[in-house]
């Protein structure tokens, strides 16, 4: 069983969200993936985010590529996370790249390019100014 696990907040979905799902789903047999607690924005970003944690969660069950989710409480816990759930890779995208490396004794860390142009927060700029 290789499995590999992500982590997102995955807020108002978008196809840059699926991209990635699909291609950490490509390396492995089973993806995990830890959705942002609302908690964890609120301290980290300042904001909560559009969609509560449930609705999230259930967005991201629900898609093809993925097998399991769960909550990320604390950006802090990737390690926990990542023996909890026996994961031999950990993807991110690469706005994350260098920040988990020291992962590297736990599993294999890699970081996918992201999709070009879009973002949460550019979506909710182009929908205030309609
Ligand atoms: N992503 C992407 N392309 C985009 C936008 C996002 O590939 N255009 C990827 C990000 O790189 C991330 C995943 O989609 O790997 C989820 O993005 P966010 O919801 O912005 O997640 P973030 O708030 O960065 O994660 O431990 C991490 C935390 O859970 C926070």
Not at 24 to 33: D, K, P, S
Not at 62 to 74: I, N, P
Request: aromatic share 8%; proline share 2%; with cysteine.
């Amino acid at each position: 069983m290789h499995t590999v696990i992500t982590f997102g907040t995955f807020d108002v979905f978008h196809i840059g969200h699926l991209n990635i799902l699909e291609r950490a789903h490509a390396l492995g047999n089973r993806l995990i993936v830890g959705v942002s607690s609302d908690a964890l924005n609120l301290r980290k970003k300042g904001r909560l985010p559009v969609y509560s944690q449930q609705e999230r969660m259930a967005i991201i069950r629900g898609m093809k590529y993925v097998d399991h989710v769960f909550l990320e409480e604390s950006l802090e816990l990737k390690a926990d996370y990542i023996e909890a759930h026996h994961a031999k890779m950990l993807v991110m995208g690469d706005d994350w790249k260098g920040k988990f490396d020291h992962l590297s004794s736990l599993c294999e860390v890699v970081y996918l390019d992201r999709t070009p142009t879009i973002s949460t927060t550019s979506i909710i700029e182009v929908i205030k100014q309609r």
